[in-house]
């Protein structure tokens, strides 16, 4: 029996029915599509927006960073962190932090917000060499591809070390520009720049503990090994002018402690102290203001009188010095008359005084002998006129994330920018307990 056809305006309809359809799957995969792709495009500009917030946070911060300098850290005073804030300031819905360091604690694994002393570290042009030997994971070829790389005597193509490298370049023979200049010095690997510490936070993150299954390699014995950048600066120097502008009293040598200037400025101290004080002080020929302290016996009162009127160098300014009141302890074993065997002491010094300790280094006199702060005292200073702001940034819901580094140069009555660097791509530098906090404020909103 044969099957009955359909008419002809039936298969018509039928097949216009399967055309509609498809055009009508068309549309709806293709409607899908533009959502997705109109959604992929909005969570991308929402992600801009959340990284312009970010970096406009930083902006803000590095900002923020000058005006507690022009407030609190002129005359080469270091903020105290009681004086300004240093943590999640808020700017619009954004926030942003000063991830600095704590030189009289050891690092752990949370963040320390403030800003950070230049003055407390070694200057890699000033710093001798048995100075930069002691400092922790370098090797003396490093030492002596530094001090080479500085000294103006090894520049040019003389030597042909740096030339077989790729690519290839010349031995600089002039001092460091920035600490980063470091990488281009030969020896000078990643390893013994950033030690466990690659993101540069001074905290010890859950990477840099974990041995060999992630990066960086590390010992994961539950402590940071920060490498020499934590440790050095090229920016430390030191007016030799009063907070007027004017020079100090150059008292080096005998004849000039004799000028009718120093004797009316030890007069101010009353009681026969200027005879005292210049005989204490005899024909010697002075190395620097420590050393004019304690052999003059100047009790931390007097010294205050006078501190900022001295000095025992000609330039107009001194590099390098070290602020012992900032310095941490491996900077401060690094400093001759002090070493690693009385550095702990200096350190623990500080943490049960830290009202005598706050801009003025004769507390020393409590901690070291005379002999020591003699030979400590040409790299000494109470002092600090450069001051870094390490501000990390992030945009509301943690979404949008920044970090720049700028120091800032004090020694002038407006703080003026020296150097400016883009940390972001470091990766995540606030710790453990900020991140949670983060995310559990992106998951309310």
């Not at 001798?128 to 001090?147: F, K, N, Q």
């Not at 004080?277 to 020929?285: D, F, H, Y």
């Not at 943690?398 to 703080?415: E, I, K, L, M, W």
Request: proline letters at 6%; glycine letters at 10%; hydrophobic letters at 40%.
């Amino acid at each position: 029996m044969n099957r009955p056809s359909l008419p002809g305006s039936a298969r018509r309809r039928g097949s216009v029915l399967i055309i509609v359809l498809w055009v009508c799957l068309g549309l709806v995969a293709l409607a899908v599509y533009s959502a997705d792709q109109m959604s992929a495009e909005l969570r991308a500009a929402d992600n801009q927006v959340m990284e312009t917030e970010a970096r406009q946070a930083a902006l803000a911060g590095t900002r923020y960073a000058a005006f507690v300098l022009g407030q609190f850290g002129l005359n080469g005073v270091v903020p105290h962190p009681d004086d300004y804030r240093a943590e999640a300031l808020a700017v619009g819905e954004a926030a942003f932090w000063f991830l600095g360091r704590d030189p009289d604690q050891r690092p752990g694994d949370e963040p320390v917000f403030r800003l950070v002393d230049e003055a407390s570290k070694l200057n890699l042009n000033s710093a001798p060499r048995s100075m930069l030997e002691l400092l922790p994971g370098i090797t003396p070829e490093l030492v002596d591809a530094i001090v080479a790389w500085r000294s103006r005597s090894q520049s040019g193509g003389g030597d042909s070390t740096y030339g077989l490298l790729d690519p290839p370049r010349l031995n600089k023979g002039a001092p460091f520009e920035t600490v980063d200049e470091l990488r281009l010095v030969y020896g000078a690997s990643l390893d013994v720049l950033l030690g466990e510490d690659v993101n540069r936070n001074g905290i010890l993150d859950e990477n840099e503990n974990d041995g060999d299954q992630s990066a960086p390699r590390d010992n994961g014995d539950g402590l940071i090994q920060p490498g020499i950048l934590e440790y050095v600066t090229v920016y430390s120097r030191e007016p030799n002018t009063r907070p007027d502008g004017s020079r100090r009293l150059n008292v080096a040598t005998a004849q000039a402690r004799q000028s009718p200037a120093f004797l009316q400025l030890l007069g101010r101290l009353g009681g026969g102290r200027a005879q005292e004080i210049a005989r204490a002080l005899g024909s010697q020929e002075l190395r620097s203001p420590a050393e004019l302290m304690v052999e003059g016996r100047f009790t931390a009162e007097e010294w205050a009188q006078v501190r900022d009127e001295v000095t025992t160098s000609s330039g107009s300014t001194v590099t390098g010095r070290i602020n012992v009141n900032t310095a941490c302890e491996v900077v401060l074993g690094c400093i001759p008359g002090i070493g690693p065997e009385n550095a702990p002491a200096l350190v623990a010094y500080r943490l049960a005084n830290p009202d005598a300790t706050r801009g003025s280094f004769a507390w020393l006199t409590q901690v070291l002998s005379r002999g020591a702060i003699t030979r400590a005292g040409p790299y000494l200073t109470d002092r600090s006129y450069q001051f870094t702001a390490d501000v990390v940034a992030v945009a509301r819901g943690g979404r949008g994330y920044a970090r720049t580094r700028t120091v800032f140069d004090a020694s002038r009555s407006t703080p003026r920018i020296v150097y400016h660097q883009d940390l972001a791509a470091s990766g995540w530098a606030l710790g453990p307990s900020a991140r949670q906090l983060l995310r559990e404020t992106r998951n309310r909103l």
